[in-house]
């Protein structure tokens, strides 16, 4: 199956936009990533092996917190998507006004 | 330096106005020529999720996101960065923006949209090797009159 790999994560993953690996789930896949990839780990995991809650997985157009997350089976032809959160938004403290809430 | 293609930057300060009182958000697509130049030929518009709270916070569905990265890749392209607007505040970024960026390596732009207008645009590159060492610092952003979406061989 094909890992696609963010941009910012290229760097530690060989400057590959995407990865093929072989994999019967999602844990799997993952595993093999960071195995051939060490530096990718503490990108996408935290101290305590969790994903990091910024980091979406999606398993073709499904995102995998709502399968069977890194247990979700997988197939050949399956693509696998990181995906870093995007979000933000101009709140009450900016970093040119100071303003307070 | 940012440079971005004159359209995409009228395209995406329109986005802005059209979006108002809300904050309105979408891609950068294009490439990096190096680590001093970022390319951007295209932009891809996406819904702000935060119904919440629109008129202050925005959030891009990641199978949106899928969805355009799909497209993008398909036409040779990658994301650059992530370009919102602040309805009716400076076109700086908040702690918020920081707190929620994770891209590191690429160009948050973001525009001051003052009672419906397009004011300022400017960018700021996610820095930091790293989520705890990440930092924003001024991008200096240029809009171009064209840019072509394929490198021209040398």
């Known amino acids: 199956m094909k890992i696609h790999i963010p941009t910012p994560l290229r760097q530690y993953a060989g400057k590959k936009a995407s990865i093929d690996v072989q994999a019967d789930n999602v844990g799997q896949a993952l595993s093999a990533l960071t195995a051939t990839y060490p530096d990718l780990r503490r990108h996408l995991y935290t101290d305590e092996g969790k994903l990091r809650a910024f980091v979406n997985v999606y398993l073709n157009d499904e995102d995998i917190r709502y399968l069977h997350k890194e247990s979700t089976p997988v197939k050949e032809n399956d693509s696998l998507s990181i995906v870093p959160s995007i979000a933000g938004g101009a709140r009450a403290y900016c970093c040119c006004c100071r303003m307070n809430a | ?154």
Not at chain 2, 2 to 19: A, F, K, P, S, V
Not at chain 2, 53 to 76: C, F
Request: charge should be negative.
């Open chain 2, 1 to 154: 330096m940012l440079r971005i293609d004159q359209t995409c930057y009228d395209q995406l300060r329109r986005h802005g106005e059209e979006t108002y009182p809300h904050e309105c958000c979408g891609v950068l697509l294009g490439r990096v020529e190096d680590e001093d130049q970022r390319l951007v030929t295209s932009i891809a518009r996406a819904g702000n999720t935060r119904t919440d709270s629109p008129q202050n916070r925005y959030n891009i569905d990641p199978r949106e996101l899928i969805t355009i990265q799909r497209q993008a890749r398909e036409r040779g392209l990658d994301i650059v960065g992530f370009y919102h607007s602040h309805p009716d505040h400076p076109a700086r970024w908040s702690s918020t923006d920081l707190a929620e960026a994770h891209w590191l390596g690429c160009s948050y732009v973001i525009t001051r949209v003052e009672k419906g207008q397009a004011r300022e645009t400017n960018s700021f590159l996610l820095l930091g090797g790293e989520e705890a060492e990440k930092r924003f610092q001024d991008e200096p952003l240029q809009a171009v009159a064209q840019i072509a979406e394929t490198k021209t061989p040398a």
